[in-house]
């Protein structure tokens, strides 16, 4: 995973409701971006994670943003029905078209990337979030945001449980 850029790539996705929206509108806090398919299992099971991340995060806490890779239709219906609240933005060869802007081959579903408030790209976790991964990697930004550690530190920490090391 070398060849990951060092900033989160323009990502501009129609909404739920069809309107084009760009990542960038979030900036000011970090975020956590999701990379996702509805007939992907492994994205399913860790989206009830996302969603209590994003009920709990404070006001300057991260904001989780989910990108399908999938059809429009099928986002819908399946964000009607699991009732997740956080912003979801859909495509799908657009969509596939910026997963290979973070220099993988073929990357596979789900992954996610943890960056700073401007979109600086502290890590990218790649499979499945358990909720053990997710702790750390919110005890990082936590230390962040508190300013009690900088993104390279932070960055280190959220790299060393991407790539399965424990921090420390």
Known sequence: LSDIPKQLPPITLPDLDGQSRSVSEWYGRPLIVNFWATWCAPCRREMPLLQLTHEMASENGPIVIGIAVDRLDDVRS???????????????????????????????????????????????????????????????????????????????????????????
């Open 78 to 168: 399946y964000i009607a029905e699991s009732g997740y609240t956080y912003p979801i933005l859909t495509g799908q060869q657009e969509a596939l078209d910026i997963t290979e802007l973070f220099g993988f081959e073929f990357l596979g579903l789900p992954f996610t990337v943890f960056t700073t408030d401007t979109g600086d790209i502290l890590a990218v976790h790649v499979g499945e979030l358990h909720a053990a991964q997710l702790n750390q990697y919110l005890t990082a930004y936590k230390l962040l945001i508190t300013k009690e550690i900088d993104a390279a530190e932070a960055a280190r920490q959220m790299s060393a449980v991407a790539n399965g090391t424990p921090a420390g």
